[in-house]
């Protein structure tokens, strides 16, 4: 069964840092794997999505990287702002069905 | 326009009651699913269905139906109400190209709290 986990649980930074947020999951045969933001008291809001043949995904200040074979995605956030501040879930995808990792928190400070 | 929405936004109910919780998304998306986030904000699924037909059943009690009368709608019906049914519930919804698997877009969540 397909377990994923985070590291770090929580993050507190000052703005302007440059982050890494980890992601390792134990069965590489999945199609794809997500990064969301949740915003407390909120939903989910996808950030980016890599097919699991692809290596890396941008958008913006954000940078998901992909590992198939080691079983590990990173996510990148360059110059961070306190905007940023929420909690960051990734999930792998075996067949339409989400396994979700424990998030990590992340604090941005002004 | 609101992609995918869910109805009530907070439910407060007592034990033992019988309570539904509405999904509808206007994204033309053929598959659709139940989360639940416990307290220790762990996500996990529920339920997939795929053009009105069950594809994931994850070990939930059978006091969890879903219903889904049509592509774009699918909703959650809980029986009997216990205190560990409070969590917030997550609907959300994708397009299947088969292969190429897409975004899941999420629901705002509902809230449910069993006293």
């Known amino acids: 069964k397909q377990e994923v986990t985070q590291i770090p649980a929580a993050l507190s930074v000052p703005e302007g840092e440059n982050l890494v947020l980890n992601c390792s999951f134990t069965?590489?045969?999945?199609?794809?794997l997500q990064w969301f933001r949740q915003d407390p008291g909120k939903g989910l809001t996808s950030l980016l999505l890599?097919?699991?043949?692809?290596r890396e995904q941008t958008s913006g200040r954000l940078n998901a990287s992909l590992d198939k074979s080691s079983g590990r995605s990173t996510l990148y956030i360059a110059a961070s702002q306190p905007g940023d501040s929420a909690t960051y879930l990734c999930?792998?995808?075996?067949?339409?069905?989400?396994?979700f990792g424990g998030g990590t928190r992340l604090m941005v400070k002004p | 326009d609101t992609a995918v929405s869910q109805t009530p936004k907070y439910l407060v109910t007592q034990m033992g009651n019988d309570k539904s919780i509405k999904c509808e998304q206007n994204?033309?998306?053929?598959?659709m699913y139940w989360y639940k986030q416990d307290s220790k904000k762990f996500l996990k699924i529920m339920f997939s269905?795929?053009?009105?037909?069950?594809?994931i059943n994850e070990t939930v009690p059978n006091r969890f139906s879903p219903k889904s009368p049509d592509k774009a709608h699918l909703n959650l019906h809980i029986n009997s109400l216990e205190l560990g049914d409070s969590a917030v519930y997550f609907c959300?919804?994708?397009?299947?190209?088969?292969?190429?698997?897409?975004?899941?877009?999420f629901g705002p969540g509902t809230r449910l709290l069993v006293l």
């Open positions: 959300a919804s994708s397009l299947d190209r088969g292969p190429l698997l897409e975004t899941q877009y």
């Open positions: 069965d590489s045969a999945i199609y794809n």
């Open positions: 890599i097919q699991s043949s692809q």
């Open positions: 999930a792998s995808n075996a067949g339409n069905m989400l396994t």
């Open positions: 994204l033309g998306h053929d598959t």
């Open positions: 269905y795929n053009n009105k037909e069950l594809i």
